[in-house]
């Protein structure tokens, strides 16, 4: 663990790199959530499928996990990063519980990243309790916080094959050839998304508001972006 501290210090881009492994573990353990509660709710295809692991190689979208993370976090001139898994394939077998399966599923991953959040809040309280707190600590800490409040609030948005066009699928009733049809120009339309202002602000507030709940503000962030960039 103390390697692991050093290396925060040791230079840029080992801590982009650092950065790059906590966002890969986040995402692995965000596919796997889903995964753990289909398979608990008798669904076989995530297991058959290999998904019901902790196993980064087996939750890996080469485009989502890898290239534009990597992208991001190494060649973007600001600090944004986002980032997703391989989708976790579901067949919903129970017919009468199909909707209330599905949306359970789907909140598996999301709550994920808040309880590895929670439990990086739980452990640095510990730790701060018992000795004292230096700035690479703090920035790890505050690093694996705001990374799942992305990782949380961007998942909510209501666009195939992100979890929340699920919530919104059954909200409105939509039906499956729509949903279907819809995620076709889901990753167009999200790229469309991530590059208008008003919606980066918008996701900006919102993951700013998620890292509040866990006691990091502004200025936190402010000091480890500035730590990656500097």
Not at 57 to 74: E, K, N, Q, S, W
Not at 103 to 114: E, V
Not at 136 to 146: M, Q, W
Request: hydrophobic letters at 50%; a neutral charge.
């Amino acid at each position: 663990m103390s390697d692991l501290f050093s290396l925060c210090s040791a230079g840029i881009n080992e801590q982009k790199i650092i950065l790059f492994l906590v966002l890969l573990a986040s995402i692995s353990i965000h596919e796997w959530a889903h995964a753990f509660v289909a398979d608990k709710l008798g669904d076989p295809l995530p297991r058959l499928q290999g998904r019901v692991t902790l196993d980064p190689r087996a939750h890996i979208d080469p485009l989502g996990t890898v290239l534009i993370p990597l992208v991001m976090i190494f060649l973007s001139p600001g600090f944004a990063i986002l980032g997703w898994g391989k989708p976790v394939m579901i067949s919903l077998p129970n017919p009468k519980t199909r909707t209330r399966d599905d949306l359970l599923i789907t909140m598996a991953g999301p709550l994920s990243n808040l309880l590895i959040a929670l439990a990086a809040t739980a452990l640095f309280a510990v730790w701060a309790s018992f000795a004292p707190v230096s700035q690479n600590i703090a920035n790890l800490y505050t690093l694996v916080v705001y990374l799942n409040c992305i990782l949380f609030v961007f998942n909510l948005i209501p666009i195939p094959p992100l979890d929340g066009s699920h919530f919104l699928k059954h909200a409105i009733r939509m039906k499956d050839e729509t949903y279907r049809n819809l995620a076709r120009y889901g990753f167009l339309i999200l790229i469309v998304l991530i590059n208008l202002d008003p919606f980066q602000k918008f996701l900006g507030i919102m993951i700013i508001t998620c890292c509040g709940m866990f006691g990091i503000d502004e200025q936190a962030l402010y000091e480890l972006i500035v730590s990656l960039q500097s």
